[in-house]
């Protein structure tokens, strides 16, 4: 094997990485010791801000095959032919904890997956809970807020923590179908193997012939799913707090596949409003009995990161990330997430971001965007416009692929409520629950909510009456609150 020698991030030889220049054996040591100074510099800058939201997490690369072709309903162009495998990454994490938060915590599971397509990268940003507890993008501030720790004592729990997550939930009553799901056992895991996954906003697909239908998406684990009691979650977050990015990577490092399957709902535009729902509404579901399960391809994950930071830390997600022949609703929270993501990462890593192999799409780029921090993909030449005829007119606009749907909109501007029942999906998940199910949900509850303050308690509990009589009743009767 050929020697290494250890050089400066300049590349000069470095023949001392162990002792400081310093005035003899015991004297201070000197400003001028580069070796030290590069050192010590680079590792205060190791760390780069954490995510807001979704900041711990794990990542695999895979694959994606498509079953069959999908070209009646999108001509994206990855899902067009049985057989064809276009690479994925995807990233787990948790919504509220922060980087050193235990992986069983109650909390909602990112599941974030960058398709590298050969028409650019496509990124579903979806989570393992299928509805949002809001429904409008302008309170998603707030809602991370009253999630992390309050901003006097950065305690995460106690009663004060537990008032303000419930004094935030008591005020937007069309969190109740959001928390049935929370508060179940879904709300805990210890294997990312085992979760399953939603897009939870509402998209379109296109086809070439610019018809536009709606669509949900879902990840259904091929290994089944499970999760695991409040119990469980506790005992594991102080025995094994890194017990589900352990998992994922110990699994692919033995040789085995973490295996996921892509099904989707489909709506006719036309049946938007006949619905006796808003379906571009994320606090809902679309029922499967109404709108069933397609199955599109499945996910293969099989190749571990080989360096987490530069792989997983630094891979940044965003919905505006779509490729022809998938495109927006007018989902208020999905339009409300097309811009922030992105610009987060611009902050958080820099505004070349996409130029880091985790983030960079498997195509070539042409655009006149230049400079900025960490530039390394600049244009070749003098010009860097358009139009122009000294560079031959290049790069050129893409031609149309099909037809583009027809869209229009009208109405008058004005800041407005989105209107919706709170109440009835969230009634027919409690009551279609098993016994131990109902169990574990009131018992989840209680052990949140007994902590609480005693005004909030009572305004949650109104909301879990109108929900369910019995099912308020129960909560009512765990924290002993007379109603």
């Known amino acids: 094997m050929a020697k290494r020698y250890l050089t400066s991030n300049q590349g000069a030889p470095v023949n001392d990485d162990q002792n400081s220049l310093s005035v003899g054996e015991r004297g201070p040591i000197l400003l001028e010791d580069i070796v030290f100074l590069e050192k010590i510099s680079h590792f205060d800058r190791e760390r780069i801000p954490e995510r807001v939201v979704h900041a711990k997490g794990a990542g695999a690369f895979g694959f994606f095959i498509p079953y069959q072709s999908m070209a009646s309903l999108t001509k994206a162009n990855f899902l067009q032919d049985p057989g064809k495998k276009t690479p994925v990454f995807v990233r787990f994490s948790i919504a509220g904890s922060s980087v050193g938060g235990a992986d069983t915590v109650r909390d909602i599971r990112g599941f974030a997956v960058k398709f590298y397509t050969e028409e650019g990268n496509y990124d579903l940003v979806g989570n393992h809970i299928p509805v949002f507890p809001i429904r409008d993008p302008i309170q998603f501030p707030d809602l991370f807020h009253a999630l992390k720790p309050d901003p006097v004592t950065n305690v ?54 610019g018809e536009e239908v709606y669509v949900k998406y879902h990840w259904e684990p091929c290994a ?198 709170n109440y009835y999906q969230a009634r027919c998940r409690y009551r279609t629950m098993s016994v131990l199910e109902r169990k574990h949900l009131v018992s989840n509850i209680v052990e949140s909510l007994s902590q609480a303050y005693e005004p909030i308690q009572r305004r949650i509990i109104e909301h879990f009456l109108r929900t369910d009589s019995e099912f308020g009743s129960r909560i009512a009767q765990g924290i002993n609150l007379i109603i």
């Not at 799901?181 to 086809?207: E, P």
């Not at 029922?287 to 987490?308: A, C, T």
């Open 156 to 209: 995460r729990g106690g009663p004060v923590a537990a008032s303000r997550f419930w004094d935030f939930m008591s005020l937007r009553p069309e969190s109740m179908n959001f928390l049935t799901y929370l508060f179940a056992d879904n709300g805990t895991v210890k294997s990312y193997r085992t979760i399953q996954g939603y897009g939870v906003n509402t998209y379109s697909w296109v086809n070439l012939c």
């Open 224 to 421: 089944g799913v499970e999760y695991i009691d409040s119990k469980t979650a506790v005992q594991l977050a102080g025995t094994d707090p890194d017990i589900a990015s352990r998992d994922l990577f110990d699994t692919i490092a033995a040789g085995h596949t973490v295996e996921f399957e892509m099904r989707v709902q489909i709506m006719n535009i036309e049946a938007e409003c006949e619905q006796p729902f808003d379906p571009l509404d994320p606090t809902k579901i679309w029922p499967e009995n109404l709108f069933p399960l397609m199955s599109v391809g499945r996910m293969v994950l099989n190749k571990n990161p080989e360096n987490f930071f530069v792989e997983v830390e630094q891979s940044a997600f965003s919905p505006a990330a779509i490729v022809p022949g998938i495109d927006f609703s007018n989902d208020r929270i999905l339009q409300g997430r097309i811009f922030p993501y992105g610009d987060t990462q611009r902050y958080r890593i820099g505004v070349n971001y996409l130029e880091l192999p985790t983030n960079m799409p498997r195509r070539s780029v042409e655009n006149m965007m230049q400079d900025g921090a960490m530039q390394t993909l600049y244009n070749q030449g003098v010009v860097n416009y358009l139009p122009n005829t000294l560079g031959g007119g290049m790069p050129m606009e893409a031609p149309e692929k099909g037809k583009p749907a027809q869209k229009f909109v009208s109405g008058s501007v004005a800041r407005q409520e989105i209107a919706g029942d």
